[in-house]
C-alpha cells in the first residue's frame, strides 16, 4: 500500500482553496541527478508568498521509456537545520569508525531525509526525497556533501532575498 507524504507549510499554502496560485521554480543547480530548486508560492488574491526548496530526481524504473519523477520538499524555515545537519556529517560522522552499524539522518516535516549510514567499506551518504518510496534514493558520494552545502546555502540565501522583496 502506498502511502501519501506528509505536506508542509508551502505545500499546504500552495493547496488552499479558493486561491488563485502562481508557482514560480527558480532553479538553484545539481548535486548528481537531483536538481534542486527555490518554490515561490504567490496568492494572485490575497498577495500572500510562501517559499519553499525543492528536490527534484528523474528516476528509470526499466519498464518505461519516460522517467517517473520523485519529489522532495523542504520548508524554508528547515534549511538551516539541513546544513547544519550536512557540516556535523561531514565534520564528525564521516571521520568516525563505529564498532556496530549505525544511521545519522535529517528528516524534514515533509519525509524528506538527507543522511548516512556506516558500512564495510566506510559511510554511504543519500538524499531520500519520499520517505514512503524507496525508488527517491539520491545516492551521494562522502565529496558531495561540500557541493550540496553550497546548493542549500544559495538556496537559503535566495529565499532570504525573494522574503525580502515581496
Same mark, same amino acid.
Given at each position: 500500500?502506498?502511502?501519501?507524504?506528509?505536506?508542509?507549510?508551502?505545500?499546504?499554502?500552495?493547496?488552499?482553496?479558493?486561491?488563485?496560485?502562481?508557482?514560480?521554480?527558480?532553479?538553484?543547480? @545539481?548535486?548528481?541527478?537531483?536538481?534542486?530548486?527555490?518554490?515561490?508560492?504567490?496568492?494572485?488574491?490575497?498577495?500572500? !508568498?510562501?517559499?519553499?526548496?525543492?528536490?527534484?530526481?528523474?528516476?528509470? $524504473?526499466?519498464?518505461?521509456?519516460? #522517467? $517517473?519523477?520523485?519529489?522532495?520538499?523542504?520548508?524554508?524555515?528547515?534549511?538551516?537545520?539541513?546544513?547544519?545537519?550536512? =557540516?556535523?556529517?561531514? =565534520?564528525?560522522?564521516?571521520?568516525? @569508525? #563505529?564498532?556496530? @552499524?549505525?544511521?545519522? =539522518?535529517?528528516?524534514?516535516?515533509?519525509?524528506?531525509?538527507?543522511g548516512c549510514f556506516s558500512g564495510k567499506d566506510g559511510w554511504s551518504f543519500y538524499l531520500k526525497l519520499d520517505q514512503y518510496d524507496d525508488r527517491s534514493f539520491v545516492w551521494l558520494k562522502k565529496e558531495d556533501s561540500a557541493?550540496?552545502?553550497?546548493?542549500?546555502?544559495?538556496?537559503? $540565501?535566495?529565499?532570504?532575498?525573494?522574503? !525580502?522583496?515581496?
Amino acid at each position: 500500500m502506498h502511502q501519501e507524504r506528509a505536506h508542509g507549510h508551502a505545500e499546504t499554502f500552495s493547496k488552499k482553496s479558493g486561491t488563485l496560485m502562481s508557482t514560480q521554480f527558480i532553479e538553484i543547480g @545539481y548535486v548528481k541527478t537531483a536538481k534542486i530548486q527555490v518554490v515561490l508560492y504567490r496568492d494572485l488574491i490575497s498577495e500572500q !508568498n510562501e517559499l519553499a526548496i525543492r528536490f527534484e530526481n528523474e528516476y528509470y $524504473d526499466g519498464y518505461s521509456d519516460y #522517467p $517517473d519523477t520523485k519529489i522532495g520538499m523542504l520548508d524554508k524555515d528547515e534549511v538551516e537545520g539541513l546544513i547544519k545537519s550536512i =557540516n556535523i556529517i561531514r =565534520n564528525h560522522v564521516f571521520s568516525s @569508525y #563505529p564498532e556496530h @552499524y549505525t544511521e545519522v =539522518n535529517f528528516i524534514s516535516r515533509t519525509g524528506f531525509k538527507a543522511g548516512c549510514f556506516s558500512g564495510k567499506d566506510g559511510w554511504s551518504f543519500y538524499l531520500k526525497l519520499d520517505q514512503y518510496d524507496d525508488r527517491s534514493f539520491v545516492w551521494l558520494k562522502k565529496e558531495d556533501s561540500a557541493t550540496i552545502l553550497e546548493l542549500l546555502t544559495k538556496s537559503r $540565501d535566495k529565499v532570504e532575498l525573494l522574503s !525580502n522583496n515581496i
